[in-house]
Protein backbone atom coordinates (compact mmCIF):
# COMPACT_ATOMS: atom_id res chain seq x y z
CA UNK A 1 0.00 0.00 0.00
CA UNK A 2 1.08 3.49 -0.02
CA UNK A 3 3.34 4.86 2.50
CA UNK A 4 4.42 8.30 3.21
CA UNK A 5 7.39 9.16 5.49
CA UNK A 6 8.13 12.08 7.01
CA UNK A 7 11.34 13.50 8.26
CA UNK A 8 12.42 14.63 10.89
CA UNK A 9 9.76 13.44 13.33
CA UNK A 10 10.63 15.88 16.04
CA UNK A 11 11.81 19.41 15.44
CA UNK A 12 12.43 22.28 18.25
CA UNK A 13 12.58 25.64 16.97
CA UNK A 14 13.64 28.78 18.52
CA UNK A 15 10.76 31.39 17.73
CA UNK A 16 11.81 34.43 14.91
CA UNK A 17 13.46 31.28 12.77
CA UNK A 18 12.56 29.30 9.88
CA UNK A 19 11.83 25.58 9.48
CA UNK A 20 10.83 22.74 7.02
CA UNK A 21 9.44 19.59 7.42
CA UNK A 22 9.52 16.78 4.46
CA UNK A 23 7.49 14.32 3.24
CA UNK A 24 8.27 11.60 0.91
CA UNK A 25 6.70 9.23 -0.73
CA UNK A 26 7.83 5.24 -2.13
CA UNK A 27 5.37 5.51 -5.18
CA UNK A 28 3.63 8.63 -7.49
CA UNK A 29 1.06 10.16 -5.66
CA UNK A 30 -1.92 11.74 -7.48
CA UNK A 31 -2.13 14.68 -4.72
CA UNK A 32 -0.91 15.49 -1.26
CA UNK A 33 -2.35 17.13 1.63
CA UNK A 34 -0.93 18.50 4.54
CA UNK A 35 -2.39 19.36 8.15
CA UNK A 36 -1.97 20.43 11.15
CA UNK A 37 -2.81 19.09 14.19
CA UNK A 38 -2.47 20.73 17.86
CA UNK A 39 -1.26 19.15 20.83
CA UNK A 40 -4.72 17.18 22.05
CA UNK A 41 -6.18 18.81 19.39
CA UNK A 42 -7.88 17.10 15.62
CA UNK A 43 -6.36 17.39 12.47
CA UNK A 44 -7.05 20.25 10.55
CA UNK A 45 -6.59 21.22 6.80
CA UNK A 46 -4.14 22.94 5.53
CA UNK A 47 -3.47 22.26 1.62
CA UNK A 48 -3.64 20.10 -1.38
CA UNK A 49 -0.88 19.89 -3.87
CA UNK A 50 -2.16 18.69 -7.01
CA UNK A 51 -0.02 19.68 -10.03
CA UNK A 52 3.63 18.63 -10.46
CA UNK A 53 6.82 21.25 -9.14
CA UNK A 54 3.24 22.94 -7.75
CA UNK A 55 4.23 25.70 -5.22
CA UNK A 56 1.19 27.49 -3.02
CA UNK A 57 2.01 29.78 -0.20
CA UNK A 58 -0.18 30.78 2.95
CA UNK A 59 1.66 33.61 4.84
CA UNK A 60 3.94 32.55 6.25
CA UNK A 61 3.50 28.32 5.18
CA UNK A 62 5.08 27.60 1.78
CA UNK A 63 4.47 24.43 0.56
CA UNK A 64 5.88 22.54 -2.08
CA UNK A 65 4.81 19.05 -4.37
CA UNK A 66 7.97 17.85 -6.08
CA UNK A 67 8.44 17.98 -9.98
CA UNK A 68 8.31 13.79 -9.46
CA UNK A 69 5.11 13.96 -7.19
CA UNK A 70 6.68 11.94 -4.93
CA UNK A 71 8.10 14.20 -1.91
CA UNK A 72 6.50 17.33 -0.45
CA UNK A 73 8.01 20.02 2.10
CA UNK A 74 6.42 22.62 4.14
CA UNK A 75 8.76 25.66 5.15
CA UNK A 76 7.63 28.28 8.00
CA UNK A 77 8.99 31.85 8.11
CA UNK A 78 9.63 33.24 11.60
CA UNK A 79 7.87 31.05 13.54
CA UNK A 80 5.60 31.88 15.96
CA UNK A 81 4.15 29.79 19.37
CA UNK A 82 1.00 29.11 17.28
CA UNK A 83 3.11 27.47 14.98
CA UNK A 84 3.31 24.51 17.57
CA UNK A 85 1.62 21.08 16.69
CA UNK A 86 2.56 18.30 14.58
CA UNK A 87 2.03 18.54 10.95
CA UNK A 88 1.30 15.63 8.89
CA UNK A 89 1.28 15.10 5.02
CA UNK A 90 -1.26 12.57 3.49
CA UNK A 91 -1.57 10.85 0.17
CA UNK A 92 -4.29 10.86 -1.82
CA UNK A 93 -5.92 8.42 -3.81
CA UNK A 94 -8.30 6.07 -4.19
CA UNK A 95 -10.77 8.05 -1.54
CA UNK A 96 -8.41 7.30 0.98
CA UNK A 97 -5.46 9.29 2.73
CA UNK A 98 -2.65 7.69 3.65
CA UNK A 99 -0.99 9.86 6.88
CA UNK A 100 2.60 10.00 7.99
CA UNK A 101 3.70 10.10 11.59
CA UNK A 102 4.01 14.01 11.58
CA UNK A 103 6.81 16.02 12.33
CA UNK A 104 5.95 17.42 16.28
CA UNK A 105 7.20 20.47 16.03
CA UNK A 106 7.62 22.67 19.50
CA UNK A 107 8.36 26.23 19.62
CA UNK A 108 10.90 27.73 22.35
CA UNK A 109 10.35 31.31 23.09
CA UNK B 1 -22.33 25.15 9.75
CA UNK B 2 -21.75 23.31 12.76
CA UNK B 3 -18.59 21.34 11.86
CA UNK B 4 -18.29 17.09 12.42
CA UNK B 5 -19.62 15.85 15.86
CA UNK B 6 -18.30 13.21 17.57
CA UNK B 7 -19.33 11.24 20.63
CA UNK B 8 -18.33 10.73 23.69
CA UNK B 9 -15.25 12.37 23.20
CA UNK B 10 -14.00 9.92 25.88
CA UNK B 11 -15.13 6.73 26.84
CA UNK B 12 -13.61 4.20 29.17
CA UNK B 13 -14.44 0.26 28.98
CA UNK B 14 -12.98 -2.60 30.31
CA UNK B 15 -11.72 -5.41 28.43
CA UNK B 16 -14.39 -7.76 27.02
CA UNK B 17 -17.24 -4.58 26.60
CA UNK B 18 -18.08 -2.99 23.96
CA UNK B 19 -17.04 0.27 22.69
CA UNK B 20 -19.43 2.98 20.38
CA UNK B 21 -18.62 5.70 18.60
CA UNK B 22 -20.69 7.74 16.69
CA UNK B 23 -19.62 10.98 13.81
CA UNK B 24 -22.39 13.16 12.65
CA UNK B 25 -20.67 14.24 9.55
CA UNK B 26 -20.95 18.05 8.69
CA UNK B 27 -24.60 19.24 7.16
CA UNK B 28 -24.44 18.35 3.35
CA UNK B 29 -21.68 16.03 3.68
CA UNK B 30 -22.25 11.87 2.67
CA UNK B 31 -18.88 10.69 2.76
CA UNK B 32 -17.76 9.74 5.79
CA UNK B 33 -14.06 8.19 6.75
CA UNK B 34 -12.85 6.55 10.47
CA UNK B 35 -9.22 7.05 11.49
CA UNK B 36 -7.29 5.67 14.32
CA UNK B 37 -4.42 7.33 16.51
CA UNK B 38 -1.94 5.42 18.81
CA UNK B 39 0.31 8.46 21.05
CA UNK B 40 2.64 10.10 18.68
CA UNK B 41 1.54 8.63 15.76
CA UNK B 42 0.32 9.35 12.10
CA UNK B 43 -3.71 8.80 11.49
CA UNK B 44 -4.20 5.20 10.17
CA UNK B 45 -7.10 4.93 7.87
CA UNK B 46 -10.06 2.08 9.00
CA UNK B 47 -12.75 2.65 6.69
CA UNK B 48 -14.88 4.68 4.13
CA UNK B 49 -18.33 5.18 4.00
CA UNK B 50 -21.33 6.74 2.28
CA UNK B 51 -24.65 6.83 3.54
CA UNK B 52 -25.77 2.82 3.38
CA UNK B 53 -23.07 1.54 2.22
CA UNK B 54 -19.26 0.61 2.84
CA UNK B 55 -17.04 1.78 0.30
CA UNK B 56 -13.47 0.60 1.28
CA UNK B 57 -13.01 -1.22 4.66
CA UNK B 58 -9.31 -2.32 4.00
CA UNK B 59 -8.29 -0.69 7.19
CA UNK B 60 -10.71 -2.37 9.41
CA UNK B 61 -9.62 -5.32 11.54
CA UNK B 62 -11.23 -7.98 10.58
CA UNK B 63 -12.26 -9.31 13.80
CA UNK B 64 -14.24 -6.95 16.36
CA UNK B 65 -14.67 -3.93 14.44
CA UNK B 66 -17.47 -2.63 12.05
CA UNK B 67 -18.93 0.73 10.81
CA UNK B 68 -22.37 1.65 9.76
CA UNK B 69 -23.60 5.09 7.99
CA UNK B 70 -27.11 4.46 7.84
CA UNK B 71 -29.48 6.39 5.94
CA UNK B 72 -30.87 8.75 9.22
CA UNK B 73 -28.51 9.08 12.18
CA UNK B 74 -24.74 9.39 12.77
CA UNK B 75 -21.89 6.71 11.58
CA UNK B 76 -21.19 4.34 14.55
CA UNK B 77 -17.55 2.83 14.73
CA UNK B 78 -18.47 -0.40 16.75
CA UNK B 79 -15.58 -2.23 18.49
CA UNK B 80 -16.80 -5.77 20.46
CA UNK B 81 -15.43 -7.50 23.12
CA UNK B 82 -11.93 -4.18 23.37
CA UNK B 83 -8.91 -5.05 24.29
CA UNK B 84 -5.85 -3.12 25.90
CA UNK B 85 -4.56 -1.92 22.57
CA UNK B 86 -7.46 -0.58 21.03
CA UNK B 87 -6.80 2.24 23.08
CA UNK B 88 -6.37 4.95 21.07
CA UNK B 89 -8.24 8.37 19.51
CA UNK B 90 -10.39 7.45 17.00
CA UNK B 91 -11.03 10.41 14.70
CA UNK B 92 -14.25 10.76 11.67
CA UNK B 93 -13.62 12.91 9.06
CA UNK B 94 -16.12 14.00 6.20
CA UNK B 95 -16.43 15.48 3.05
CA UNK B 96 -19.08 16.51 0.21
CA UNK B 97 -17.15 14.20 -2.31
CA UNK B 98 -14.90 11.49 -2.45
CA UNK B 99 -11.34 12.58 -2.76
CA UNK B 100 -10.42 15.78 -1.47
CA UNK B 101 -10.01 17.46 1.73
CA UNK B 102 -11.34 16.05 4.62
CA UNK B 103 -12.71 17.75 7.95
CA UNK B 104 -12.09 16.16 11.13
CA UNK B 105 -13.99 15.85 14.14
CA UNK B 106 -12.72 16.41 17.64
CA UNK B 107 -12.20 12.82 18.22
CA UNK B 108 -13.37 10.27 20.51
CA UNK B 109 -10.11 8.99 23.08
CA UNK B 110 -11.53 5.38 23.94
CA UNK B 111 -9.22 3.73 27.02
CA UNK B 112 -9.55 0.30 27.14
CA UNK B 113 -8.53 -0.75 31.19
Known amino acids: GQQVMQIPQYQHVQEGEDFTTYCNSS?????IQWYKQRPGGHPVFLIQ?????EVKKQKRLTFQFGEAKKNSSLHITATQTTDVGTYFC?????????FGKGNQVVVIP | NAGVMQNPRHLVRRRGQEARLRCSPM?????VYWYRQLPEEGLKFMVY????????ESGMPKERFSAEFPKEGPSILRIQQVVRGDSAAYFC???????????FGPGTRLTVT
Open chain 2, 93 to 103: ASSPAAGPEQY
Open chain 2, 49 to 56: LQKENIID
Open chain 2, 27 to 31: KGHSH
Open chain 1, 90 to 98: AGGGNNRLA
Open chain 1, 27 to 31: TTLSN
Open chain 1, 49 to 53: LVKSG
